[in-house]
């Protein structure tokens, strides 16, 4: 069973790379520089975080340096799509933090892989209920979809937030692997701030497959097992994840749990908290638990 709860992450969190091609995993050279809860908890907490599902409108205003005419319109057709914002008041955060989702209708990469194994029941079900959720979502982000060039979204607003400032940083391609995993690190602390679930669940994927980390979690189990921290590192977040926007990153039909169902056709219809309660050992409950305690600090 622990070989199992621990094969969902490594699969969900390829087939999704395959699908968002921005994400950065550590790179498992990186030095195994530690820092102290203290020195990461410096980051400024910035006053944009959404911690339920309910919206409210985006008022930020737009930094915009170009004269292109064509480009302002886009801009403000994009801010009137995300009007009612999910995540963060920043709209380059929001359009970040929808990215995954999105990127599944526009790449078709959750359908595709469903359809090679839609002879299951539940899997033509689960079929069906994404293709109408990519339905509703053309509808709903026209000119995001619109958009086939995933730096020219980036490109069309400027950080407001310092999460923002950070996933900005964290795309430069010159950074060192040192400061690669340093900035992933302030990213997960920042997004847990904020309460940003969408944020959260792309860095939980991350240590699944990361190399060393720069927090204590090997102390903190009492193990030499560094994959192994890293995979109840990564189950301990996406728990977090769960607790804000009234669990959407961790819903049947999210991304992880799409990706799980297009291979193990008896996880399709299930949310990741139910599970994660079927296919984890107790002890591997202790753990997590102890890990989510540790990163619930960054919260406060």
């Given at each position: 069973?622990?070989t199992k709860a621990l094969?969902?992450?490594?699969?969900?969190?390829?087939l999704?790379?395959?699908?968002?091609?921005?994400?950065h995993?550590?790179?498992?050279?990186a030095a195994?520089?530690r820092?102290?809860?203290?020195?990461?908890?410096?980051?400024?907490?910035t006053?944009n975080?959404?911690s339920?599902r309910?919206?409210?409108?985006i008022t930020a205003?737009?930094d915009?340096?170009t004269?292109d005419t064509?480009?302002?319109?886009?801009?403000q057709q994009?801010?009137?799509?995300?009007n009612?914002?999910?995540?963060?008041?920043?709209?380059?955060?929001?359009?970040?933090s929808?990215?995954?989702?999105l990127e599944?209708?526009?790449?078709?990469?959750f359908v595709?892989?469903l359809?090679?194994?839609a002879s299951?029941?539940q899997q033509?079900k689960?079929?069906?209920s994404?293709?109408?959720?990519?339905e509703l979502s053309h509808t709903?982000y026209?000119?995001?979809?619109?958009i086939?060039d995933?730096?020219k979204?980036?490109?069309l607003?400027?950080?407001q937030?310092?999460?923002?400032?950070?996933?900005?940083?964290s795309?430069n391609?010159?950074?060192?692997?040192f400061?690669?995993?340093t900035?992933s690190?302030q990213?997960?602390?920042?997004?847990i701030k904020e309460?940003?679930?969408?944020?959260?669940?792309?860095?939980a994927?991350?240590?699944s497959?990361?190399?060393?980390t720069?927090?204590?979690?090997?102390?903190?189990?009492?193990t030499h097992?560094?994959?192994?921290?890293?995979q109840?590192?990564?189950?301990?977040?996406?728990?977090?994840?769960?607790?804000y926007?009234q669990?959407?990153t961790?819903?049947?039909?999210s991304?992880?749990m799409?990706l799980?169902?297009?291979?193990e056709p008896?996880v399709c219809?299930?949310?990741?908290?139910?599970?994660y309660?079927?296919n984890?050992l107790?002890g591997?409950?202790?753990?997590?638990?102890?890990?989510m305690?540790?990163y619930?600090?960054?919260r406060?």
């Amino acid at each position: 069973m622990k070989t199992k709860a621990l094969g969902l992450l490594s699969l969900a969190l390829l087939l999704l790379c395959l699908g968002y091609p921005a994400l950065h995993a550590p790179e498992p050279t990186a030095a195994p520089t530690r820092l102290s809860p203290d020195s990461i908890r410096s980051v400024p907490t910035t006053k944009n975080s959404v911690s339920s599902r309910e919206s409210i409108p985006i008022t930020a205003k737009v930094d915009v340096t170009t004269t292109d005419t064509t480009v302002s319109e886009l801009q403000q057709q994009v801010l009137d799509e995300i009007n009612f914002q999910l995540y963060s008041d920043d709209p380059f955060v929001e359009i970040y933090s929808m990215e995954w989702t999105l990127e599944m209708c526009k790449t078709n990469i959750f359908v595709n892989e469903l359809i090679k194994h839609a002879s299951y029941q539940q899997q033509q079900k689960i079929t069906q209920s994404i293709q109408q959720k990519c339905e509703l979502s053309h509808t709903k982000y026209p000119s995001l979809f619109a958009i086939n060039d995933r730096k020219k979204t980036n490109a069309l607003f400027e950080p407001q937030s310092q999460l923002g400032q950070l996933i900005k940083t964290s795309e430069n391609p010159h950074l060192t692997a040192f400061d690669r995993q340093t900035v992933s690190m302030q990213i997960l602390t920042q997004s847990i701030k904020e309460g940003n679930s969408s944020v959260m669940m792309l860095s939980a994927m991350m240590h699944s497959w990361g190399g060393n980390t720069i927090f204590p979690i090997t102390q903190i189990l009492k193990t030499h097992d560094q994959q192994y921290a890293n995979q109840i590192s990564s189950m301990a977040i996406m728990l977090l994840a769960c607790q804000y926007q009234q669990g959407v990153t961790c819903d049947s039909t999210s991304a992880l749990m799409l990706l799980t169902c297009a291979h193990e056709p008896q996880v399709c219809g299930l949310d990741y908290q139910t599970w994660y309660l079927q296919n984890t050992l107790p002890g591997m409950k202790k753990d997590v638990a102890q890990l989510m305690d540790y990163y619930q600090q960054f919260r406060e």
